[in-house]
């Protein structure tokens, strides 16, 4: 078992490293010096050099200590992004400073979902089999057909603006939760089919196992047999989805942010889209893939220390 | 069942635990709020360029002038100047006395953190800066070819390897300082808008302290003598004022316009100024929701996004019954503004190609794009004089011939294909804005290129990327427009001039002899009907070349509600928070009236 | 099996292979059937007005650019979704906005298809080497989040230009529209290599490969006439529930300004709607949404079903 941790372990170097290496193929070799964009055509020579020394694309790609392949490592590793050519803020600010806004709207609503679809997972468990069951079935397809875009439009103007049951935008006196709570809700709303459907169906095949059989044979009763025993061994699957998607929470929701005002890092990156900035995506992907290669191992490392089956291949 | 009862408590926990840094409001705080649409690019007013900017930066920086509040016509009053100049009599020197007892804000970048007082010099300075070209000031057209020595300063700044290692302290004729509050220009020859200039903006004073201090980064950190002083910056969400503590004595103006008392604008004649305590600006660049926040009473004042004009605005041009009972109120007024598409000459495509820029003046409906996107709140524009103005030529329209003609514009597309010597590639047009009423506009102007035959793609990106590409000649045609700094078309026509170039305002980077020519003779010289002629006949020239496709000039209308007081609309007003006056207790009871409504 | 009434021998009923036997089951199931004429609908819609262009027929019905009317006319009976901001009508608009979406969907299918398949059957097929390095770049590739991959792919590639002379296809130059069906390819393909590899690993040992082996069949033969064409159904089925995610990709990108700027697509339409329904036009934004609701609908559950009558441990005997 400690033989699977470490080579776990091991394993992750190379895929941070690969990591890197797509960040840097993305925004350094395709995408290469936009000193140009910066500077524009009529920038003397001397303002472009400024700018090529300070994000380093005068020197060679790969082939010396210096390159810049080498400086992105380090800086990687270091998570040393450098300074928005845009603002001249530094990167890791911005990033800091975001984190804490799109978790308070991501958690909420991760942990609100998970709540919601595993009751009614679980009630739409014992109905099982019967018309209603298909309805169910429908109604979740339905939900993951509409565009999540729909969702926030309608929600916004109807809860928000409409009927003024919460604020339609970000206001900097408003509490957070005051703030958070109708994108919240929205954002409920619009994964719930999806998610419902999903921990139905793992409900549902641990109920078609044996040992509920047995159960029932024995005489349980349904709610017993649902809350004890099938609730507890559909938890393997139902946690490896909530821990792998821990990385994403930090991810904000992007359209969740924007027509909200939430300043998160989704909205972080809508506004490098707009001012076309590369280094804020580079590194807002290079921070997600981390924290998701880091999860990842966590959830390896857990199960390995419960099922002594799992080898590493 | 244990199971979600940790869930939910944790879910409590984490959300009361999750308030990151937000301002706390004293319920005795004197506070107004508004929203802003697009962001800010930076607090430096030696490199501002737009009015987002300037509007937030005008409340922190002063100048040696400023524009009497309310008096009409507009007037030049000191304001950080002790008084008015004295000027020479061959016009080319001017001598200022600068007020005592002003102090910059306190900040980290002054010794023991206390903000020092001002000097004559930190004018200087201030100036200096813009000549350094290190520094790529969009605002160096201010001085260009105006002050003795400052020309050969930038000149010398050119040979310096970086930017901070040039020395300002280099003497210089042109800018002297005898006493610490005494200045005196020498001019190179008479700038009759001189004054107007140093009401401007950019030529704000700073310290040196501040600029050593911060670098850079400076844009961020604005240290000014202003009534206000920044607080917060949450970029990309608010940004929140406080009052100056140490602001020196400035009252509310006692005279103004014959109709300032009925209007009650002189209610508070005499008292100290400002008298509002905090300003919190929040960014929101939608306007549906900027909308829904000014209808709910969070915002003190707005525009009237073109969506919602017909809740605002009836048939017949007056308030709604919706607004009234709300105890909104309406202002409107024309803006000295000109809004167009601007070619950049220096376009291998369309720089030498005039058929081709007639045919798509020709080719835009500026009545329908009026009526879509500002509600008919403009006068089409055929000319870039606007009617605010008196040097505006009433006979330009006759003039121009680039009103809406689609025939027309399908003629010339075929004879600019001849100049172009084969098809036409396909045109870039860059436009500032990345929501929704922009891409309604790229949609607009795709269809009219479109009938006249023209293949166009349309660039969207936010407002400070987009004045990047102006300002580095990258954009090809482009949506834009000027509102006047100062009362005198001069500010219109030094956009033309080729010295001007990018990324100086000249973001056509047109260039004409003639009009050059015609503009050096007219800029000194003092107002007369000889110098209306001039630039009438300069604004010809233009007209006739054809460097971008004038669109309107704007009607101002703004909203506001019956809290805030003191809400003259000016022109070239910047930096007027400190006058307004809001009563509090008005603004809490707005949702009780908001109840009684519904 | 052998009969009751004990003749034996014959009437033994035909051997059915996976696919005619699913094939049967799907043409039984009758919601199936309905939302694959859904899903045939807007495909046809899609060819036709690829027809109309390059044919110039200019049937009224493509002509989306053209002014029906006034402003925001709601629906009538001359404009059936009503008009937009131009004028323009919104059901042709949303007609056309099928093309946009399933040639998408289409590109996008192809690129991932053509990536992840020949990835995926070359890895668990060769095994060694060749199979570390593409485990390894499907792993790396994967560990960055969906969302930030296409931003990222779709910012970068946006206004490139590639130089394919040496394949003598001269210089594409990629537009708004050829990035989006770049990017969300190149994010998808990650799902498909996995599947096909994790096939073919189990198909490799079957005794058909063996067979193929022992007469001299070469590998490429091997992989591509034999192996593939048995894993081909896993596929399919991912595929129809892929296609939703493209095209929902498309409408997000179309709403961050990354999609199709020339022409209207359903993602441009919602992005309107947020200055329309405050004003209370909601047309556009349903026409689009509906739109979008329809055929994804039909996909889900056409996949679903799918997936259930290609269920081997379904399989009527």
Known sequence: ?313 | MRFFGVVIAALVVFIAGCDNSRPTSDSNEVVTYSAYAAKVRGLDPGDIGDTTSSAVASQIFECLYQYHYLKRPYELIPQLAEDMPQVSEDGLRYTIKIKKGVYFADDRCFEGGKGRELKAGDFVFAWKRIANIKYLSKNWWIFDNRIVGLDEFREYTKTVKKGEEVDYSRVMEGLQTPDDNTLVINLKKPLPQIVYLLAHLPTAAIAKEAVDYYGKDIINHPVGTGPFKLKVWHRGSYIELVKNPGFRAEYYPSQGAPSDVEKGYLADAGKRIPMIDRVLMVLVQEDPPRWFLFLQGKIDASGIPKDNFNEAIDQKGVLTAEMRERNINLLVFRDPSTYWLGFNMEDEVLGRNKPLRQAISSAVDREKYIHLFTNDRGEVAYGFIPPLMKDYDPGIRDFAPTGYDPEKARRLVKEAEKVHGGKLPRLTLSLAGTDAVARQQGDFYKRCFREAGLDIEIDYMDWPTFQNRIKSKSAQIFQLGWIADYPDAENFLQLFYSKNASPGPNNFNYSNPEFDRIYERASIMPDSAERIELYRRAERIVVEDCPAVFLLHGVAYVLQHDWIFNYKPHAFGYGLTKYRRIDSVRRSSYKELLRGIK | MIRRDGQIGKELPKGRSLWSDGLRRLRRHRLAMVCLGVIAVYVVLTGLIYLDELSKWDTPVTRWDEEVGGAYEPPSAKNIFGTDFLGRSVFRKTLYGARVSITVAFWASVVSLGVGVPLGAIAGYFRGVADEIIVWVYTTLSSIPYILLILAFALVLKDKTINLKWAKLGIIELGGIATVYLAIGLTSWVGICRLIRGEVIKHKNREYVLAAKSYGCGNGRIIFRHLIPNVFHLVIISFSLRFVSFIQAEVILSFLGLGEKDRPSWGAMIDQARLELPRGHWWEMTAATAAIFFISLALNIFGDALRDSLDPKLRIQ
């Open chain 1, 1 to 313: 078992m400690t033989a699977y941790i470490i080579r776990r372990l091991l394993y992750t170097i190379p895929i941070v490293f690969g990591v890197m290496l797509v960040t840097f193929v993305l925004f350094n070799v395709v995408q290469g010096d936009v000193t140009d964009l910066i500077a524009g055509k009529a920038a003397s020579v001397e303002t472009r050099e400024e700018i090529r020394a300070e994000y380093g694309w005068d020197k060679p790609l790969f082939l010396s200590w210096d390159s810049q392949f080498v400086n992105h490592l380090k800086n990687s590793a270091t998570f040393n992004f450098g300074r928005s050519w845009s603002d001249r803020e530094p990167i890791i600010e911005k990033i800091k400073r975001g984190a804490g806004p799109s978790l308070s709207l991501t958690v909420p609503m991760f942990l609100g979902t998970l709540v919601v679809s595993i009751s009614l997972a679980l009630l739409v468990a014992f109905v099982r089999g019967t018309i209603g069951d298909v309805v169910v079935v429908l109604v979740c397809v339905a939900g993951m057909s509409i565009p999540f875009l729909s969702f926030i439009l309608f929600g916004q103007y109807f809860l928000g603006f409409k009927w003024g049951l919460f604020p339609v935008y970000f206001w900097p006196d408003l509490s957070t939760p005051q703030y958070v709570a109708l994108p919240v809700l929205i954002g409920i709303a619009a994964g719930l089919g999806g998610n419902l459907r999903f921990y139905r169906t793992v409900m549902l095949d641990e109920i078609r196992s044996d040992y509920v059989r047995t159960a029932f044979a024995k005489g349980l009763t349904a709610r017993r047999v649902l809350f004890k025993h099938v609730l507890k061994n559909a938890m393997i699957p139902i946690i490896t989805q909530v821990v792998l998607a821990i990385p994403f929470l930090f991810l904000g929701s992007l359209l969740l942010e924007r027509f909200f005002g939430i300043p998160g890092l989704g909205y972080l990156m809508i506004d490098a889209i707009g001012a076309r900035d590369f280094q804020v995506i580079s590194a807002m992907t290079y921070i997600g893939a981390i924290l998701f290669v880091v999860f990842n191992l966590i959830t390896d490392v857990c199960y390995s220390l419960v099922d002594p089956r799992i080898t590493f291949d």
